[in-house]
């Protein structure tokens, strides 16, 4: 199913679902607590699963998932796992398939970032009973408890590195996992969420990202902020109102709390739109979201080898600096970069800290030596080494004043993974945060 479909088939139904499911408790039993990096029991042995549909027997039910392993799965690497979780009257098949936006919105648009970067994740898609999440008496949390088990038995996961999202019902459900099993798993995307199936704890802190639409007419903005907040509180970040862009902006903006606990960052990307996962910014068609890419450089922020309890952040970060005076830019870039080997990939956030809009633009930086930009997205990038212009693409040359967006790509190195340097939006040189 279409993403933009979506919305006209959810509408009545996600409102009577939130009234019916918004109190219900959640119960089962806790998977072990985390108390090292370690892969799992399935390292080291020949994959007890392989990709395609499977069922599991939990509860007293069979229930159905969707598996995705890596083509090249190696059982003695530690694998990132996410749980993608439809929504309701979806399927789990909607969700690794991509419906009829197929391979670009599997696993809604991550798993082909995945595989852009060196395959490193591994995806399954549950099947929530009558296409759902209502978890009554916890049953769901309970499916996704044996699900993680059974998984850690049979495949090499890194215990640090497992994340869940899901849009509308699957992300409530999503908030769920968060409130309950904020020690097993290291963050969440909640892609326009209510509290629809319950909150049991929701006192410990996890990595949070938050989704959704200013016009919502189906769960409310104020729903997914409620959501949001619980975190901001529970990673002790410094509440605020996050800014959010006016109802027939075609933008959106992104707000990284700060003050927030080490390694447990709050994000919330408000748009112009309604209920939907994958919202175009104006002059933009078809799958080309920008939350995929943002949704991505969220969960792979965080690099292996840390308890989800951890005080100490995990980020690969990498920040340029600039001498420019204060005062001369009328932009600011951020640029963070997670590496592996001889490869990495570089998320580059544009801010316009002008009074005027900026409408059509084009990025100016240096890649440092032995580097050359292999796939990127929302931009296009030439050349692809030294000197390089990133341009806006047909969904997003826009950047109102105060507001960011987020662009970056995939490259090689020859041991030099530092940031790009040299930053100049429309020609005028950027502060580099």
């Not at 309701?88 to 809604?108: H, R």
Request: charged letters at 10%.
């Amino acid at each position: 199913m279409s993403r933009h479909r979506i919305a006209i088939a959810l509408a009545a139904a996600s409102a009577v679902v939130f009234l019916g499911a918004a109190g219900i408790a959640l119960g089962g039993t806790t998977p072990g607590h985390v108390t090292a990096a370690a892969g799992t029991a399935g390292c080291g042995k020949a994959p007890a699963l392989n990709s395609g549909p499977h069922t599991i027997n939990t509860g007293g039910q069979n229930r159905s998932y969707i598996l995705r392993v890596p083509a090249n799965y190696d059982s003695n690497r530690q694998y990132r796992l996410f749980v993608g979780l439809h929504w309701l009257g979806g399927t789990a098949d909607n969700v690794d398939s991509g419906g009829s936006d197929g391979y670009n919105w599997s696993y809604y648009g991550l798993r082909k970032l995945a595989d852009a970067a060196n395959n490193g994740t591994i995806f399954v898609a549950p099947q929530g009973n009558s296409n759902g999440w209502a978890n009554p008496g916890g049953q769901d949390l309970t499916f996704i408890d044996d699900l993680t088990r059974l998984l850690d038995n049979s495949l090499c996961i890194d215990t640090t590195q497992r994340f869940a999202g899901g849009f509308s019902y699957g992300g409530g459900m999503s908030y769920a996992i968060a409130c309950a099993r904020a020690n097993v798993f290291r963050a969440v995307v909640v892609y326009s969420g209510a509290q629809l199936s319950g909150c049991s704890g929701g006192t410990q802190p996890i990595a949070y990202m938050g989704i959704h639409g200013v016009s919502d007419n189906v769960l409310n903005i104020s729903q997914g902020r409620g959501l949001r907040d619980t975190f901001v509180r529970n990673n002790g970040c410094t509440a605020q109102n996050a800014p959010e862009p006016r109802a027939g902006s075609r933008t959106h903006i992104i707000t990284n709390y700060s003050g927030c606990r080490a390694g447990y960052p709050v994000v919330w990307a408000a748009f112009d739109g309604g209920h939907t996962p994958g919202p175009i910014d104006s002059g933009g068609d078809g799958w080309r979201t920008w939350t995929s890419g943002e949704a991505w450089k969220f969960i792979t922020q965080f690099t292996g080898g840390t308890d989800p309890t951890s005080t100490t952040t995990t980020t690969t970060t990498t920040t340029t600096t600039t001498t420019n005076p204060p005062g001369d830019a009328e932009c600011r870039v951020s640029d963070k970069i997670n590496a592996w080997n001889t490869g990495l990939t570089s998320e580059i956030t544009i801010t316009n800290t002008g009074t005027a809009p900026v409408s059509g633009w084009s990025l100016v930086f240096t890649l440092p030596g032995g580097q050359t930009i292999t796939s990127g997205w929302s931009a296009t990038y030439s050349p692809t080494s030294g000197q390089v212009t990133a341009k806006n693409v047909n969904y997003n040359p826009d950047i109102a004043p105060n507001a960011s967006i987020s662009i970056g790509f995939q490259a090689t190195h020859g041991g030099n993974a530092s940031a790009p340097t040299s930053f100049a939006l429309n020609g005028k040189t950027c502060a580099v945060a």
